[in-house]
């Protein structure tokens, strides 16, 4: 008897567990998708839809958003996606090369074309994704947050006049968006104020609205994010710091202690600046930023002393 119970208080548990899986996968199978092509603009949405849909950045941790090739599965499921939030200014070569349904893609920086940064061309190779060139546009427009509220807008925009949330949530997010990164613009401001004719070095050309907007001299090298610099890097990172006098360089991900060490025989004060693309500050895009802000401001006392 007491095994025949045991079997029944099993069989509803079972069968509790199940109802609330299929609730679930329900819920979840109601909920628009949305993908995004960095982290920064998966970042933005959830900001404007919060739990109302799913923001899906698919890109795996520790590859590069712009160079990343999705898969047969991964293009399956981007296709099938309610929205796809582009970044534009050329960032994401995948897109290229993919058929996707225009009805869904939201180009987010159509309305901020003309504050484009035009590059020179760069190619060279990156990791195991071959050559590639950093040509015509600088893609990296969020990092100036004036131009991230204009993003914020497009998709706050687009998830409205497709009905995927209703527009008064919606309105009300990005008020609070649009403040925050108004406030963050504000404290980076005061913050960076100190660094005007400081030459700064960063290991890979991301950071141009960022410069534009704070008034910054930032020269690049084409290093891969987190690498260890190889010797040939090296020289080239003093034949430019000795050139420029610079006394900053900027990381895109945190480099290996040796790599810090190097850079400090040259004479180089080391900041990690996670510029938002790559899934990875557990943090979030603000926080990365402010910490970025605030070794920057900090770096630049120093150097001053």
Do not use: C
Request: hydrophobic fraction near 45%; charged fraction near 20%; avoid cysteine.
């Amino acid at each position: 008897m007491r095994e025949l119970s045991l079997v029944r208080v099993l069989q509803g548990v079972l069968a509790a567990l199940m109802i609330v899986f299929s609730v679930n996968a329900a819920l979840a199978q109601d909920r628009p998708r949305i993908v995004t092509v960095n982290q920064a603009l998966h970042f933005l949405a959830e900001r404007l839809l919060e739990d109302t849909a799913e923001v899906v950045f698919p890109v795996p941790e520790g590859v590069d958003p712009s160079f990343w090739r999705p898969s047969i599965a991964d293009i399956s499921m981007i296709q099938s996606a309610d929205m796809i939030l582009l970044n534009g200014a050329g960032f994401a070569s995948w897109i290229d090369r993919v058929s996707l349904p225009r009805s869904r893609i939201v180009n987010t920086s159509a309305a901020i074309e003309d504050a484009f940064i035009v590059t020179e061309s760069i190619t060279h190779s990156h990791g195991d994704g071959g050559e590639h060139s950093h040509e015509g546009i600088a893609s990296y427009t969020w990092l100036d947050p004036m131009l991230a509220i204009a993003q914020a807008e497009a998709i706050a925009a687009a998830v409205v006049a497709r009905d995927l949330a209703t527009g008064e949530d919606v309105e009300a997010r990005l008020t609070e968006l649009r403040s925050d990164l108004t406030e963050l613009d504000a404290m980076a401001q005061d913050a960076l104020s100190g660094l005007e004719g400081v030459t700064m070095i960063a290991t890979h050309p991301r950071y141009q609205y960022f410069a534009r907007r704070y008034s910054l001299s930032i020269a690049s090298l084409e290093w891969d994010a987190g690498a260890m610099p190889s010797e040939d890097d090296l020289s080239d990172l003093e034949r430019l710091s000795t050139e420029l006098d610079a006394r900053i360089l900027i990381w895109e991900a945190q480099p290996p202690r040796e790599a810090i060490e190097l850079a400090e025989t040259l004479g180089l004060q080391s900041v990690v600046f996670e510029p938002g693309a790559s899934k990875g500050s557990p943090d979030g895009l603000f926080a990365a930023y402010r910490q970025a802000v605030s070794s920057l401001s900090e770096a630049a006392s120093e150097n001053a002393d």
